[in-house]
């Protein structure tokens, strides 16, 4: 099966993008669990293209979504207003990671980002 997800993965076709992120916030929850998170103006749009192309690859390879698709994020039990940051923090994507989550944490495979 993860073999399965590996190939199906290789023909994501996206180009390498870059993140900005420009202020920090946290999103209300139930107390003691408000994910603390990076916001930027342009959103997380690139992000999200390259999670759809990941999970309709995966689809095409007739696999089902076995897991949550959703970006991990930091919980903190206090929250925190919206706070710009002195300098953006940018981050520039050229390839992702797959990785096995069921009982710890094991890198399956790396792949390039690109557009050809």
Do not use: C, W
Not at 60 to 73: I, K, M, V, W
Not at 81 to 92: D, K, N, S, V, W
Request: proline content about 8%; charged content about 20%; hydrophobic content about 40%.
């Amino acid at each position: 099966m993860l073999n399965n997800v590996v190939i199906a993965v290789a023909e994501v076709r996206l180009p390498p993008f870059e993140l900005v992120f420009d202020r920090t916030v946290s999103f209300r929850g139930r107390r003691g669990s408000r994910p603390f998170v990076l916001v930027g103006d342009d959103g997380p749009g690139p992000l999200k293209q390259l999670r759809f192309a990941i999970a309709a690859a995966v689809a095409r390879a007739g696999l089902r979504r076995r897991a949550n698709t959703n970006f991990t994020l930091p919980y903190d039990g206090l929250g925190a207003g919206e706070h710009p940051m002195f300098e953006p923090i940018r981050l520039a994507v050229s390839q992702f990671v797959l990785v096995q989550s069921r009982n710890g944490h094991t890198h399956v495979g790396r792949r390039p980002l690109r557009d050809y």
